[in-house]
């Protein structure tokens, strides 16, 4: 036993190593420039940069709009991935191929994906097209309060996959005896559902929650190639914030803004998890 642990040990070692050089040791430097009030040669300032962020009306607007679409994004994404990987789970055979078709999106090119969506959206566009034939005057999707519609369908479509597979594996770690005996008792399917399925899919639910909002925060890069460095108001996220920052050289600005985004997420993950542990008891 005390073998397997050390080989277990050599073998994180490289990760961990990674994780600490390229990720852990870079934020602390970032996290020690939030608290001066110049990179080079600085002064301790306290909280007065994160004093100064709050009442940035840039960050301000993308910390408003980065919130609202996780809070359309996230739910939406589980209750459709949630829904498609029923009905998977009900089908006998080519199970494979259905799940198959939703990972699809996951290893398309960003480029590729951002053409796509481009002839989709744009002003002469395939949608627009299509209303036009039909009599309707052209929407500019992309340049009015649309985006963020399209920005979340995106999302959605690109996201979907990851966790259908992820509710499925759930869907199948249930055991089958469960429904057979709630059906002899008289339970329905909806009452299948509530009492069984949903209890045992919280685990799943956490961990699909938590990779759907980080998930969220990387949605800057299809932004960015669709729209570029300062997109219609809607659809201005903290990354564009702080990819702006580090555009004009504000440290810190950048530095303070990535360490309340950490935070944030830190925060949301002990939630979730919290949350998994009161469920389970």
Known sequence: MKKAKEQAIWFILPSALGFIIFFIFPFMISLGYAFLDKPVGGQFVGLKNF????????YQKALRNTAIFMGLCVPLNILCSLAISMLINTVKRSKQLFTLVFLIPLVIPSGSMVF???MMFANDGFINGIIVKFGGPAI???????????????FIWKNLGYNIVLLLAGL??????????ASMDGAGKWQSFKYITLPYLVPTF???TLMSVINSFKVFKEIYLITGDYPQHSIYMLQHFMNNMFSSLNYQKLTTATTVLVLGITLITMGLFKIERRVAE
Do not use: M, R
């Open 116 to 118: 796509f969506w481009k």
């Open 140 to 154: 500019h999707w992309l340049e009015t309060g649309w985006a963020l519609g399209v920005i979340v369908l995106i």
């Open 172 to 181: 199948s770690a249930i055991p089958k005896d469960y429904y057979e005996a």
């Open 51 to 58: 004093i100064d962020l709050c009442q940035n009306s840039s």
């Open 206 to 208: 956490v961990l699909t």
